[in-house]
């Protein structure tokens, strides 16, 4: 293969290489956030419609799945940065997310575990990995990068506008398997550009395994470039045992009032994760310390955000399916394009504004943007939970107020996302970048409990599966206020502390 520099190739002054990335991800993303706007509707409507308790289940699982197809990208980066390098996983992790959405096309309880057990082991290999390749691409210190990364994102939310509206529409207009097997065709297309630019060698030298012979090594007598992908599929039996366990353990009265596993094993984590950065923290350098202190604390908040941001694949689908006035405009599932819609708008003029404040030197420091990125989320939860004001005798309110509500959640993301992004590796010690990487993944992992514990508590039991309109408004509109006053709580304790962390970590935000 030729060694030509991935410098070589540029188009629209960049390396060309990431426009590959950029479909390759976009396809990835079509597949990712079709399955998810179906999901939970396929639960409750399909998997779980004979149990009263059907939101709940579909709650846990959707938690379990989501907490689970994060929490698999620290695994998947790091067998990439020691054994795989990032083609071979990328390309793994893309073939076992194909499987998982075409199994899943299958409608069956054990085919439905077991595809989101390959998604699962999927994304592990897939997400840190292509989201590296394009750092890789720059050499260190290029100031292209900030906009590779946005052009990047971008091609995220372009998936994640398109796979809703077209996955979501075939999904609920002609069958499930549809709309599944429309994601697994798009997360298939992702994989031929993505090989397609392998072939042109547009990433040059990048990409490649780390060490040929750890490569090559030979484990039971097998090269670990297959010992690898064939431990990968074996865990996925294994994964789908853990996520059919939304059963609680050890309760009596409602059977999901307890933990599963997928719960236990995440107090878990998190008791051994704490531990560590503590004595990472404490036994860094005194400037270190106060930069890894930073890069813990904006982890924290992005997880809350999160926890509350992705209730769109849960409760929200739900409240949109059973109490918004869709009128023809979109069905329910097809709601969740809202979000990366205002992303793909607003999210270049952001970025300008951040740099034209920089200029001017009056950007505001990051535990502002993340103080106001909560308020946002708030104040976009207080418009859905004031919504029920203006329900129509069926207890169907205007659709105009989840516009309103999605386009200032993704404002708050754009102030808290992007921007968490680039911090932590600005302010993450150079010997542990990789790893704060996965813990700023892992926030997204952790993120999924809460969904699963306010989605729990906002599930709807019922024998009768005609629920919706003014027998669940309240239950939702409640909740949502809920939502909002911790949100808005958050925000304004981070504002608050905001002068003082000023005085405390200097130059450090
Ligand atoms: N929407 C972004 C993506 O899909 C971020 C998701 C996350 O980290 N929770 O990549």
Same mark, same amino acid.
């Given at each position: 293969?030729?060694?030509?520099?991935?410098?070589?190739?540029?188009?629209?002054?960049?390396?060309?290489?990431?426009?590959?990335?950029?479909?390759?991800?976009?396809?990835?993303?079509?597949?990712?956030?079709?399955?998810?706007?179906? *999901?939970? *509707?396929?639960?409750?409507?399909?998997?779980?419609?004979?149990?009263?308790?059907?939101?709940?289940?579909?709650?846990?699982?959707?938690?379990?799945?989501?907490?689970?197809?994060?929490?698999?990208?620290?695994?998947?980066?790091?067998?990439?940065?020691?054994?795989?390098?990032?083609?071979?996983?990328?390309?793994?992790?893309?073939? @076992?997310?194909?499987?998982?959405?075409?199994?899943?096309?299958?409608?069956?309880?054990?085919?439905?575990?077991?595809?989101?057990?390959?998604?699962?082991?999927?994304?592990?290999?897939?997400?840190?990995?292509?989201?590296?390749?394009?750092?890789?691409?720059?050499?260190?210190?290029?100031?292209?990068?900030?906009?590779?990364?946005?052009?990047?994102?971008?091609?995220?939310?372009?998936?994640?506008?398109?796979?809703?509206? *077209?996955?979501?529409?075939?999904?609920?207009?002609?069958?499930?398997?549809?709309?599944?097997?429309?994601?697994?065709?798009?997360?298939?297309?992702?994989?031929?550009?993505?090989?397609?630019?392998?072939?042109?060698? !547009?990433?040059?030298?990048?990409?490649?395994?780390?060490?040929?012979?750890?490569?090559?090594?030979?484990?039971?007598?097998?090269?670990?470039?297959?010992? !690898?992908?064939?431990?990968?599929?074996?865990?996925?039996?294994?994964?789908?045992?853990?996520?059919?366990?939304?059963?609680?353990?050890?309760?009596?009265?409602?059977?999901?009032?307890?933990?599963?596993? !997928?719960?236990?094993?995440?107090?878990?984590?998190?008791?051994?994760?704490?531990?560590?950065?503590?004595?990472?923290?404490?036994?860094?350098?005194?400037?270190?310390?106060?930069?890894?202190?930073?890069?813990?604390?904006?982890?924290?908040?992005?997880?809350?955000?999160?926890?509350?941001?992705?209730?769109?694949?849960?409760?929200?689908?739900?409240?949109?399916?059973?109490?918004?006035?869709?009128?023809?405009?979109?069905?329910?599932?097809?709601?969740?394009? @809202?979000?990366?819609?205002? $992303?793909?708008?607003?999210?270049?003029?952001?970025?300008?504004?951040?740099?034209? @404040?920089?200029?001017?030197?009056?950007?505001?420091?990051?535990?502002?943007?993340?103080?106001?990125?909560?308020?946002?989320?708030?104040?976009?939860?207080?418009?859905?939970?004031?919504?029920?004001?203006?329900?129509?005798?069926?207890?169907?309110?205007?659709?105009?107020?989840?516009?309103?509500?999605?386009?200032?959640?993704? $404002?708050?993301?754009?102030?808290?996302?992007?921007?968490?992004?680039?911090?932590?590796?600005?302010?993450?010690?150079?010997?542990?970048?990789?790893?704060?990487?996965?813990?700023?993944?892992?926030?997204?992992?952790?993120?999924?409990?809460?969904?699963?514990?306010?989605?729990?508590?906002?599930?709807?039991?019922?024998?009768?599966?005609?629920?919706?309109?003014?027998?669940?408004?309240?239950?939702?509109?409640?909740?949502?206020?809920?939502?909002?006053?911790?949100?808005?709580?958050?925000?304004?304790?981070?504002?608050?502390?905001?002068?003082?962390?000023?005085?405390?970590?200097?130059?450090?935000?």
């Amino acid at each position: 293969m030729s060694e030509m520099s991935t410098t070589e190739q540029q188009m629209f002054g960049h390396p060309k290489g990431l426009f590959y990335l950029f479909f390759a991800e976009l396809w990835e993303r079509f597949s990712f956030y079709g399955m998810r706007a179906l *999901l939970t *509707l396929y639960m409750v409507n399909e998997i779980f419609k004979a149990l009263a308790e059907r939101d709940a289940a579909a709650a846990a699982v959707y938690a379990s799945y989501g907490s689970l197809v994060y929490a698999s990208t620290v695994i998947g980066g790091r067998i990439s940065d020691r054994i795989l390098g990032m083609r071979s996983s990328i390309f793994l992790g893309g073939v @076992l997310m194909a499987i998982g959405h075409f199994v899943l096309a299958i409608e069956n309880d054990i085919a439905f575990f077991l595809a989101l057990a390959f998604i699962v082991v999927g994304n592990g290999f897939f997400k840190p990995n292509i989201s590296t390749f394009v750092g890789s691409l720059y050499e260190d210190g290029d100031r292209r990068k900030d906009s590779g990364f946005t052009i990047f994102y971008m091609g995220i939310n372009i998936g994640g506008f398109i796979a809703p509206l *077209l996955c979501g529409w075939l999904g609920q207009a002609y069958g499930w398997h549809y709309g599944f097997g429309l994601a697994g065709i798009g997360m298939l297309t992702g994989l031929i550009f993505f090989w397609s630019g392998i072939k042109k060698n !547009v990433f040059g030298s990048k990409g490649l395994p780390p060490n040929t012979e750890t490569y090559e090594k030979k484990v039971l007598g097998v090269p670990l470039k297959t010992f !690898v992908p064939i431990i990968a599929f074996l865990c996925a039996p294994l994964i789908a045992f853990l996520l059919a366990s939304y059963k609680s353990l050890g309760s009596e009265g409602s059977f999901l009032e307890g933990k599963n596993y !997928v719960n236990l094993l995440f107090y878990l984590i998190g008791i051994l994760v704490i531990a560590y950065l503590a004595y990472e923290i404490f036994r860094s350098q005194p400037s270190e310390r106060k930069k890894l202190f930073m890069a813990v604390l904006i982890t924290f908040f992005m997880t809350l955000f999160w926890g509350f941001h992705e209730l769109s694949g849960s409760v929200i689908t739900l409240f949109a399916d059973r109490n918004v006035d869709l009128d023809g405009i979109m069905n329910a599932s097809q709601t969740n394009s @809202l979000n990366s819609l205002v $992303i793909i708008i607003l999210s270049i003029p952001i970025s300008l504004l951040w740099a034209y @404040l920089s200029k001017k030197k009056l950007n505001p420091r990051t535990p502002y943007k993340f103080g106001f990125g909560l308020v946002l989320t708030g104040l976009s939860f207080y418009v859905l939970s004031v919504s029920g004001g203006s329900a129509n005798e069926n207890g169907m309110v205007p659709f105009t107020y989840l516009l309103v509500m999605y386009f200032i959640l993704s $404002i708050g993301e754009l102030f808290m996302s992007p921007v968490g992004l680039s911090k932590i590796t600005d302010l993450s010690p150079k010997r542990i970048v990789a790893f704060m990487m996965g813990i700023w993944f892992l926030s997204s992992a952790y993120a999924f409990q809460i969904v699963g514990f306010i989605s729990k508590q906002l599930a709807i039991e019922s024998t009768d599966t005609n629920v919706g309109g003014l027998q669940t408004l309240s239950i939702y509109t409640d909740g949502f206020s809920l939502i909002a006053q911790y949100s808005v709580g958050a925000g304004l304790i981070v504002l608050l502390f905001s002068p003082l962390m000023k005085k405390l970590m200097g130059n450090v935000h």
